[in-house]
């Protein structure tokens, strides 16, 4: 469509800006606080669509209120440790595979209570204690000091342990291992990380940043209260692994609670919670991972470019359909790949930044856009899309000031081999103009504009009878009607030979007028017929031209007279109107011609018909109608015989 080179230009400056703009805005959310809303719900809403099983069989312990009342202890004061020798005793006995004290045995208190348990300790023989670390909350960082366990404990256990920490402060949501970069700095291990190496697995020393994947929002275990536990049915912890631990401490309202994390499905859970969520990760190796930085930026750039640009070229409630679809594809395909990748992105900057920024450009811009489309044809205003396409233009049914509908064809630079096509094309538009308005057969042309600046020209001209006379109140699309579309819809593609007759007479009337002007029209082809007023008129005048020796072979094939013969001349006008006549008398091709059905031979009147389509389209020149006037006078004298009466059959 011609219409298009320069509306793209308008287009391409408003997708460029759109592009930069989204491109833009999604690394700012990316790369500054000001994003850390979005990167941190990417994170979080993954766990909203599905969470990974596990078979592992994991029990916590809880030292809750219950167990501190009911076997009178106090959170002011250590837990006492014959409990622990009597639990880790019965873990023991029940053969439990690991047992985890998410409890920090400091310093020696009661000496008979502190020998049982290391006793007992020994007893199991697969438990992990707790260590603390003072410092930076980022090992690797900065220099970092680990308190390990009382020395009688720590050997008791076999010099297992790690260090109970979580990345998160207290009372915000934990999303990462601590350390963030495992396996840390030297021999600084967490918890989590030291029962999984005790358990059996292997890791690779590699510093790595590992993301804590959640097994849902009530966690991948059993939980069970100390005190029950003391007194649970013997076997239940057969094969099992045990963490040990206290639940967070409840206190004044509008105070702090101590020890207690959010999780990204909104609920509060204690410490051991979040260690025992990491110990999961490890022991199955599904913890999540981020690509690396430069991979973000770039595909942020990407998706910005691409959403920021395409969503440019829709109409407002296409581009916010568009934009749904875009958000629930990327939602779709980042919440799969962490799924099955063990990867998370943050998506929500594409889909909660990127994407409305677009869509909001698309809409501010799409009001400058339309206008650029009205002012691109002064006076005029186009209607939908193109009903009309040919080699170097589209046409466009269009309004002019008084609101009467028109055609308007444009004509673009850019769609020639040279430019000396171009303005041949013209040319022909500003020699047949001038005579449009002359005879009633040709197709008048109202208007001619020129835009040297952006490569392009167009004309408007009387619009043809619609195909559809109801089309406008039907809501639907205007369709010229022309010959093409009229045979079509008629009984074998063809129309009756006094119809044709009729119809061909009316065309060499006006043709005739314009070979009598030094003028040719080089392509008549039934699609180049239109109705105008029930009248059928010669459009599609982009191709006329004064008569001479050095014309281009333009038309189309078929319709052309053998390449033998010079082009651009008045007995290869009359050839194609003879092609014309075959082919809306017979309904078959213009490459089938001299084809004929014996049901059409049999009519008098189609083999009156005939006899003139077949000296028009003679081979030679020289056996053709020297003139139009001279087909249109064999033409009426048909038509005077098929009105005086039966032909007598030829």
Same mark, same amino acid.
């Given at each position: 469509?011609?219409?298009?080179?320069?509306?793209?230009?308008?287009?391409?400056?408003?997708?460029?800006?759109?592009?930069?703009?989204?491109?833009?805005?999604?690394?700012?959310?990316?790369?500054?606080?000001?994003?850390?809303?979005?990167?941190?719900?990417?994170?979080?809403?993954?766990?909203?669509?599905?969470?990974?099983?596990?078979?592992?069989?994991?029990?916590?312990?809880?030292?809750?209120?219950?167990?501190?009342?009911?076997?009178?202890?106090?959170?002011?004061?250590?837990?006492?440790?014959?409990?622990?020798?009597?639990?880790?005793?019965?873990?023991?006995?029940?053969?439990?595979?690991?047992?985890?004290?998410?409890?920090?045995?400091?310093?020696?208190?009661?000496?008979?209570?502190?020998?049982?348990?290391?006793?007992?300790?020994?007893? @199991? #023989?697969? $438990? %992990?204690?707790?260590?603390?670390?003072?410092?930076?909350?980022? +090992? *690797?960082?900065?220099?970092? &000091?680990?308190?390990?366990?009382?020395?009688?404990?720590?050997?008791?256990?076999?010099?297992?342990?790690?260090?109970?920490?979580?990345?998160?402060?207290?009372?915000?949501?934990?999303?990462?291992?601590?350390?963030?970069?495992?396996?840390?700095?030297?021999?600084?291990?967490?918890?989590?990380?030291?029962?999984?190496?005790?358990?059996?697995?292997?890791?690779?020393?590699?510093?790595?940043?590992?993301?804590?994947?959640?097994?849902?929002?009530?966690?991948?275990?059993?939980?069970?209260?100390?005190?029950?536990?003391?007194?649970?049915?013997?076997?239940?912890? @057969? #094969?099992? $692994? %045990?963490?040990?631990?206290?639940?967070?401490?409840?206190?004044? +309202? *509008?105070?702090?609670?101590? &020890?207690?994390?959010?999780?990204?499905?909104?609920?509060?859970?204690?410490?051991?919670?979040?260690?025992?969520?990491?110990?999961?990760?490890?022991?199955?190796?599904?913890?999540?991972?981020?690509?690396?930085?430069?991979?973000?930026?770039?595909?942020?750039?990407?998706?910005?470019?691409?959403?920021?640009?395409?969503?440019?070229?829709?109409?407002?409630?296409?581009?916010?359909?568009?934009?749904?679809?875009?958000?629930?594809?990327?939602?779709?395909?980042?919440?799969?790949?962490?799924?099955?990748?063990?990867?998370?992105?943050?998506?929500?900057?594409?889909?909660? #930044?990127? $994407?409305?920024?677009?869509?909001?450009?698309?809409?501010?811009?799409? +009001?400058?856009?339309?206008?650029?489309?009205?002012?691109?044809?002064?006076?005029?205003?186009?209607?939908?899309?193109?009903?009309?396409?040919?080699?170097?233009?589209?046409?466009?049914?269009?309004?002019?000031?008084?609101?009467?509908?028109?055609?308007?064809?444009?004509?673009?630079?850019?769609?020639?081999?040279?430019?000396?096509?171009?303005?041949?094309?013209?040319?022909?538009?500003?020699?047949?103009?001038?005579?449009?308005?002359?005879?009633?057969?040709?197709?008048?042309?109202?208007?001619?504009?020129?835009?040297?600046?952006?490569?392009?020209?167009?004309?408007?001209?009387?619009?043809?009878?619609?195909?559809?006379?109801?089309?406008?109140?039907?809501?639907?699309?205007?369709?010229?009607?022309?010959?093409?579309?009229?045979?079509?819809?008629?009984?074998?593609?063809?129309?009756?030979?006094?119809?044709?007759?009729?119809?061909?007479?009316?065309?060499?009337?006006?043709?005739?007028?314009?070979?009598?002007?030094?003028?040719?029209?080089?392509?008549?082809?039934?699609?180049?017929?239109?109705?105008?007023?029930?009248?059928?008129?010669?459009?599609?005048?982009?191709?006329?031209?004064?008569?001479?020796?050095?014309?281009?072979?333009?038309?189309?094939?078929?319709?052309?007279?053998?390449?033998?013969?010079?082009?651009?001349?008045?007995?290869?006008?009359?050839?194609?109107?003879?092609?014309?006549?075959?082919?809306?008398?017979?309904?078959?091709?213009?490459?089938?011609?001299?084809?004929?059905?014996?049901?059409?031979?049999?009519?008098?009147?189609?083999?009156?018909?005939?006899?003139?389509?077949?000296?028009?389209?003679?081979?030679?020149?020289?056996?053709?109608?020297?003139?139009?006037?001279?087909?249109?006078?064999?033409?009426?004298?048909?038509?005077?015989?098929?009105?005086?009466?039966?032909?007598?059959?030829?």
């Amino acid at each position: 469509m011609k219409n298009e080179f320069d509306i793209n230009k308008v287009f391409a400056k408003s997708a460029l800006i759109g592009a930069a703009g989204a491109a833009f805005c999604g690394l700012l959310l990316w790369g500054t606080p000001l994003g850390r809303p979005w990167v941190n719900s990417s994170y979080d809403f993954l766990f909203r669509f599905g969470v990974h099983s596990v078979t592992n069989r994991l029990v916590l312990v809880l030292m809750d209120e219950d167990s501190y009342e009911l076997l009178g202890q106090s959170r002011d004061t250590v837990w006492d440790r014959a409990l622990h020798a009597r639990l880790l005793n019965k873990l023991a006995d029940d053969q439990s595979s690991l047992v985890v004290f998410d409890v920090f045995f400091k310093s020696p208190k009661d000496p008979g209570a502190d020998r049982a348990l290391a006793d007992a300790m020994r007893r @199991h #023989g697969h $438990v %992990v204690l707790m260590a603390d670390v003072t410092g930076p909350s980022h +090992p *690797g960082m900065e220099v970092a &000091d680990v308190i390990t366990p009382q020395a009688e404990f720590l050997e008791a256990g076999g010099n297992a342990f790690g260090v109970g920490h979580a990345d998160a402060q207290t009372g915000q949501t934990a999303r990462r291992h601590w350390p963030f970069y495992s396996p840390g700095e030297g021999n600084i291990h967490s918890l989590p990380w030291a029962a999984a190496e005790r358990l059996g697995a292997q890791f690779d020393r590699t510093a790595e940043q590992q993301w804590l994947r959640y097994y849902g929002e009530n966690g991948a275990w059993k939980t069970i209260s100390y005190r029950l536990a003391l007194s649970n049915a013997p076997g239940f912890f @057969h #094969g099992k $692994v %045990v963490f040990i631990g206290n639940t967070p401490k409840k206190t004044d +309202p *509008g105070l702090p609670e101590q &020890d207690k994390f959010l999780t990204p499905y909104g609920n509060a859970v204690g410490g051991m919670e979040i260690m025992a969520t990491t110990f999961l990760n490890l022991i199955n190796g599904d913890w999540l991972r981020r690509p690396p930085a430069w991979v973000e930026a770039i595909l942020l750039a990407i998706t910005g470019g691409l959403i920021g640009g395409g969503l440019c070229q829709f109409r407002p409630l296409a581009a916010g359909l568009a934009a749904a679809a875009i958000c629930l594809t990327v939602t779709l395909a980042f919440v799969s790949w962490s799924y099955f990748s063990n990867y998370w992105f943050p998506w929500l900057v594409i889909a909660g #930044g990127q $994407v409305p920024c677009a869509l909001a450009w698309a809409w501010v811009s799409r +009001p400058r856009q339309s206008a650029v489309l009205i002012e691109r044809f002064p006076g005029y205003a186009t209607v939908g899309e193109p009903f009309g396409k040919g080699s170097y233009g589209k046409v466009w049914l269009a309004r002019d000031a008084t609101g009467q509908f028109r055609a308007l064809k444009e004509i673009e630079l850019s769609k020639f081999e040279n430019k000396d096509a171009y303005e041949r094309e013209f040319r022909g538009i500003k020699s047949y103009k001038p005579v449009s308005d002359q005879h009633l057969g040709l197709l008048h042309i109202d208007h001619v504009n020129r835009n040297d600046e952006q490569g392009y020209f167009y004309y408007v001209m009387e619009l043809g009878d619609p195909l559809d006379p109801d089309w406008e109140q039907k809501g639907g699309r205007y369709l010229p009607r022309d010959l093409a579309r009229l045979c079509s819809l008629s009984g074998g593609n063809r129309l009756s030979a006094p119809e044709c007759i009729r119809i061909g007479i009316a065309l060499l009337e006006p043709l005739d007028f314009l070979h009598q002007r030094g003028l040719v029209h080089r392509d008549i082809k039934p699609s180049n017929i239109v109705f105008v007023n029930d009248r059928p008129k010669l459009a599609d005048v982009g191709l006329v031209r004064k008569t001479s020796k050095d014309s281009t072979w333009v038309g189309t094939e078929f319709y052309m007279p053998p390449v033998s013969e010079p082009p651009g001349t008045v007995s290869a006008d009359i050839y194609a109107m003879g092609k014309v006549l075959y082919v809306s008398s017979t309904g078959k091709s213009p490459d089938s011609f001299a084809e004929l059905s014996t049901s059409l031979v049999a009519k008098p009147e189609f083999m009156r018909l005939n006899q003139i389509i077949c000296k028009a389209c003679q081979p030679s020149a020289a056996e053709r109608y020297p003139s139009a006037a001279d087909m249109l006078a064999a033409l009426r004298e048909a038509q005077a015989q098929l009105d005086a009466g039966p032909t007598r059959r030829m």
